[in-house]
């Protein structure tokens, strides 16, 4: 896995890389690489083994530059227009998790040429009636200034999970952890704060222009963005495989079970 | 010349909890179950504070201080200028401290700038106008991005000076509020416009902003250890690099005090009210117990790098204010400060002496403190703290800072 900055319209993109074979742009959640963590976790390693994973870093997020002028989800759609253009990248297949699936689903409506397949993980976006995505910003706000365990609870299929404890320990956590952690919410806080949360409600009359085959993938106990929204995603996208509940899991399903998740993307893909 | 400004200040409590509320609930802000108002009880409320603070104006304060909470039990006031425009007609004299409109909240930054001009002409030129951006509670309660709170603060606190002192109609070609045509009527009495204060916690960009448009500073730190003459220091610093002196009017605290005759007896008096305000008031706001929303990784709105240097040196779970245990950890906290009108004397002239602050912002009403010891413990103070404190600090800032026009540049002047 190698790790390399590039200028794109004049800002830093951080990006990870591993892998050789067709292109796989992997956009990352709030559990992820980039917002937690500095390296790849097994999950994209696991795709690295079939495919070349580029994974970019979001706006403001780990190394990748800050952009006051991202205000909205549309900003971050354009701003991975000019990323593509940079990785010269015209077809390729796209992995996006959590809020990352949301810029996924976005980039996927506006350019369904440019994707060969998608695949979304607990996927943010759209706006479904009586099943609001979580407040996560809430939850980010420790209980007694120290615990984090509703917002682990939240991300994942419970507190205790062992990779939740990892990613969101109680108190003190790594300090760069911390750090990413603080840039993805505030990144977070730009496109997913108003309108509430995590949404765009043009999004959903929008899905019909996908033509990838897509795989919609959801953790059995998501506390994050409700299953319905999985349902809606497979539902509304008209050339989607299945809707693939990943038994055990909750938010973050590529975090919990990597092997699982991993390999219902790499068969979808082999397809 | 003249000496340390005293004034009063009211955040207008919700005083009728039961005494099991810090069991039951978990959060006097945001979430606090707004079915614990009770009109039975709270009826005549808003009367019984305004008239405190007509009291204030009185006994001879220098002004009165009001601000903007929205949904909780700590502050009742969504909309400080509707106090204020009642006091504009029941005082006189005193200055009347708006600290401040809370302007991302705003969809139009021009509403404020037409009330503030409103209650400058209706209290004479009394207004002194702040502006705030707002704290993690309001992010949650009015759907307030935090990342660019602060852009969007300043251009707004901008766009309304400006409109008070530039003839109309112009326009403003900004990123968040973008206006064809700004064009006050009324405009504020006081010339060149009325004195901005602006809250900080000792972020430097706020200092650096606030330096550069020539305003007050206000300290919103509930307690005084040594921070408060780190925080002075720093913003003179902060002046100086700017070509500009610090003096004491252009600095701002907040504090709390009882007095009674003797200081067993303050003590004794004030007891209820300080920890229904510390265990109540404060829960969801300065306090570990429950979730603190005004600072944090949820409300992500000082830059990453800012983060990462507060994330240095901060303890997980560690004490806050409301977090106070017994009488003499509170008494460390320098926050609450009580006793006989010596005792207090004393402790906040040693106060003024270090941290050399001009504008002293003083809360006397103190959770469910009962109406006639907030008035027994004003007028002590009014009458033998104030008269001491105003007579020292005129001293010693005649001799610290020798030939500042205190007039002039109280006054904030771009």
């Known amino acids: ?271 | 010349m003249k000496p340390v400004q005293l004034f009063c200040w009211h955040f207008m409590a919700y005083p009728y909890l039961d005494k099991d509320f810090d069991k039951k609930e978990s959060s006097g802000w945001v979430t606090v179950p707004n079915r614990l108002w009770d009109n039975s009880k709270a009826r005549g409320l808003y009367q019984e504070y305004i008239d405190q603070l007509a009291y204030a104006d009185e006994l001879g304060f220098d002004g009165m201080v009001l601000n903007e909470h929205h949904q909780n039990i700590y502050g009742l006031m969504p909309s400080p200028n509707l106090i204020a425009a009642a006091l504009s007609q029941s005082t006189s004299r005193g200055k009347i401290v708006i600290l401040g409109n809370l302007l991302p909240l705003h969809l139009n930054p021009m509403r404020v700038a037409e009330e503030y001009a409103m209650l400058d002409q209706m209290s004479h030129g009394r207004l002194v106008a702040g502006f705030a951006p707002g704290g993690g509670p309001e992010t949650f309660n009015y759907n307030v991005p935090s990342a660019n709170t602060r852009e969007k603060f300043w251009e707004a606190a901008d766009l309304i000076v400006r409109s008070w002192t530039e003839d109309g109609p112009f326009t403003h070609e900004g990123r968040y509020f973008p206006l064809r045509y700004v064009n006050l009527w009324p405009k504020p009495l006081q010339k060149p416009f009325p004195p901005v204060w602006i809250p900080g916690s000792r972020s430097p960009s706020t200092m650096t902003e606030v330096a550069k448009r020539g305003y007050c500073y206000f300290l919103s730190s509930r307690s005084h250890g040594g921070e408060t003459h780190r925080a002075q220091q720093e913003f003179a610093a902060v002046l100086e690099k700017h070509g500009d002196k610090y003096h004491p009017f252009r600095f701002g605290i907040l504090m709390s005090t009882y007095v009674a005759e003797t200081d067993q007896q303050a003590r004794e008096e004030c007891e209820e009210g300080v920890w229904y305000f510390l265990k109540n008031c404060l829960k969801g706001h300065l306090r570990r117990e429950g979730r603190q929303l005004t600072y944090g990784p949820g409300v992500p709105y000082i830059p990453a790098a800012a983060w990462r240097e507060y994330l240095k040196s901060y303890t997980p779970g560690r004490k806050l204010l409301g977090d106070v245990e017994n009488w003499e950890e509170l008494e460390a906290s320098q926050s609450i400060i009580v006793g006989s009108p010596e005792t207090v004397t004393r402790r906040i002239q040693s106060l003024i002496e270090k941290a050399k602050v001009g504008n002293l912002l003083i809360q006397f009403q103190l959770g469910n403190m009962p109406d006639h010891l907030v008035r027994k413990s004003m007028k002590l103070f009014a009458e033998k703290v104030a008269p001491a404190l105003r007579q020292t600090s005129l001293k010693q800032f005649s001799e610290e800072y020798p030939g500042v026009n205190f007039e002039q540049s109280a006054e904030a002047v771009h």
């Open chain 1, 1 to 271: 896995m190698s790790g390399q900055s590039i200028e794109v319209n004049g800002r830093k993109v951080w990006l990870l890389e591993n892998g050789q074979g067709a292109p796989l742009l992997y956009l990352h959640g709030f559990a992820d690489v980039h917002s937690v963590k500095e390296n790849f976790l097994p999950f994209h390693e696991k795709l690295a083994a079939d495919a070349r994973v580029i994974a970019p870093a979001h706006p403001g997020c780990a190394q990748t530059d800050e952009n006051k002028d991202v205000d909205a989800i549309e900003d971050v759609v354009f701003h991975y227009l000019e990323v593509l253009d940079a990785l010269k990248l015209t077809q390729f297949d796209l992995v996006g998790a959590c809020v990352g699936g949301w810029i996924a689903a976005e980039l996927a409506v506006r350019h369904p040429e440019k994707i060969r397949k998608l695949v979304l993980i607990g996927a943010a976006g759209l706006f479904v009636q009586g099943a609001l995505i979580g407040d996560v910003f809430m939850h980010a706000q420790p209980e007694y200034g120290s615990s984090y365990a509703t917002l682990r609870e939240m991300l994942f299929s419970g507190p205790d999970h062992p990779m939740a404890l990892e990613m969101f320990p109680d108190g003190k956590g790594e300090l760069e952890d911390e750090v990413r952690r603080y840039q993805t919410l505030r990144l977070g806080s730009r496109i997913g704060f108003k309108p509430p949360y995590f949404y765009n409600y043009s999004l959903r009359n929008r899905l019909h222009r996908i033509t990838s085959p897509t795989l919609v993938i959801w953790g059995a106990q998501d506390n994050f963005v409700p299953r319905s929204h999985g349902e809606t995603y497979a539902k509304l996208i008209p050339n989607c495989s299945e809707l693939k509940i990943i038994a055990g899991a909750g938010h973050s399903a590529q975090v919990e079970n990597p092997e699982e998740t991993a390999k219902a993307v790499m068969d979808f893909l082999a397809q």
